[in-house]
């Protein structure tokens, strides 16, 4: 199938301004690339991280551990900006009331 002009199915891209890291996702987060998301995030140090998920249209249970995960390495450093999909797959599972989402 010929897929030009598509959006892609997943990217996760990194910019770091002075202290503040952005990682903006893109697609579907699942079992495949949800190392691939949290590796991006880990791989520069940053005294503020956004991660950045309002693109995602899939967010399945790997990458709710990846989240957890870095929710549990940069503690109060972190923040998440959902989608509507993932606001909604981290309300059935329970983590809606974090303080590292944010629903600006």
Excluded: N, Y
């Excluded at 579907?28 to 995602?56: F, G, I, N, Y």
């Amino acid at each position: 199938m010929d897929q030009r002009g598509a959006p892609p199915v997943f990217s996760a891209s990194a910019e770091l301004d002075g202290a503040h890291l952005r990682v903006v996702v893109t697609g579907e987060v699942d079992m495949a690339t949800a190392d691939t998301m949290l590796q991006t995030v880990l791989r520069e140090p940053a005294e503020r991280v956004t991660l950045d998920l309002r693109r995602v249209t899939f967010f399945d249970s790997a990458a709710i551990h990846a989240v957890v995960r870095l929710a549990d390495r940069l503690p109060e450093r972190l923040a998440v900006l959902p989608s509507r999909q993932v606001t909604r797959v981290l309300e059935i599972s329970g983590l809606a009331g974090q303080p590292w989402l944010r629903r600006d």
